[in-house]
């Protein structure tokens, strides 16, 4: 049986080279042997509209992701708090289905709760407001229909923003709450779910739901990258090293 795997929080930027590399090879390699491939948010550093496929680095991973797809492997996207304006021309370059932000997908058998996590963070108050906001359809309309070099500017502010505004809340306010979790298992009738997003890769096991109830925290793709992979028999975390480089790591 072909495992189905799960990557989260790449945060891919033509900045960080190596991993954009890592993620090609992880393309070319596991992602093909698997049946499914879910991308649960945060692929990208910043995504400020599909026009962005423009840049060289984003159209690479988009066709690393439409190999995977044309490889015979089930590409989903999922967008994450950095990514959240993923849109239909992007889907179509990487071969991939849009997802919405919580998914109930039958993994192995096993009904699987599939979220990018930051819906959980209900302690960081800050954060849930500045992302009813930027949800908001008409925001977005009103943010798309800006000139490009416009958005880039404006998405750097924000960055800058939040930069300034995670070195003030503590670790325990950007984790996820523990009855945001426990709801969000009891809303969707399963044991298992599986998020990225807090960059806390994990497994937690569940009290309560039964014995083999998990929560697993994707890891992010920093220093390097790794990802779940789920068949029959369980799941299991993988690492993805950063490739080698005759210069160095990049
Ligand atoms: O990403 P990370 O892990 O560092 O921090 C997140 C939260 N921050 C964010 C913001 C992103 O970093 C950048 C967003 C890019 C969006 C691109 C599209 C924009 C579309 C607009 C459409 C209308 O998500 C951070 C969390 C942290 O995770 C842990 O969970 O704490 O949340 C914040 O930092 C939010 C701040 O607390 C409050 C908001 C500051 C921004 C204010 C915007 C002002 C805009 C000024 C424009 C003139
Ligand atoms: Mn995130």
């Not at 190596?18 to 090609?24: C, K, L, N, S």
């Amino acid at each position: 049986m072909k495992p189905t795997l799960f990557i989260s929080d790449l945060h891919l930027s033509a900045t960080r080279p190596a991993m954009v590399a890592a993620f090609g090879q992880f393309c070319a390699g596991p992602a093909r042997d698997a049946a499914q491939l879910y991308v649960l948010g945060d692929l990208f550093d910043t995504w400020i509209g599909d026009e962005q496929l423009r840049d060289p680095m984003a159209a690479g991973v988009a066709a690393a992701l439409a190999g995977v797809a044309a490889a015979g492997t089930g590409v989903g996207v999922m967008r994450g708090n950095r990514d959240l304006l993923l849109g239909a021309r992007f889907a179509q370059a990487a071969g991939a289905t849009l997802l919405p932000d919580a998914v109930v997908a039958d993994i192995a058998g096993r009904p699987t709760l599939l979220l990018h996590g930051d819906t959980l963070c209900t302690d960081d108050l800050a954060y849930q407001e500045f992302r009813a906001k930027v949800r908001d359809p008409v925001r977005q309309r009103r943010f798309l229909a800006l000139p490009y070099l416009a958005r880039r500017a404006l998405v750097a502010l924000i960055r800058i923003k939040s930069r300034r505004a995670t070195a003030r809340k503590s670790e325990t306010i950007m984790d996820v709450n523990a009855d945001a979790v426990a709801a969000a298992f009891a809303q969707h009738r399963v044991d298992r779910m599986i998020h990225g997003h807090t960059h806390r890769p994990a497994r937690h096991a569940v009290a309560g739901l039964g014995r083999d109830a998990e929560r697993w925290v994707l890891p992010d793709w920093y220093d390097a990258g790794g990802y779940l992979a789920v068949d029959a028999s369980g799941a299991r975390m993988h690492a993805v090293a950063a490739p080698a480089s005759p210069r160095g790591r990049g």
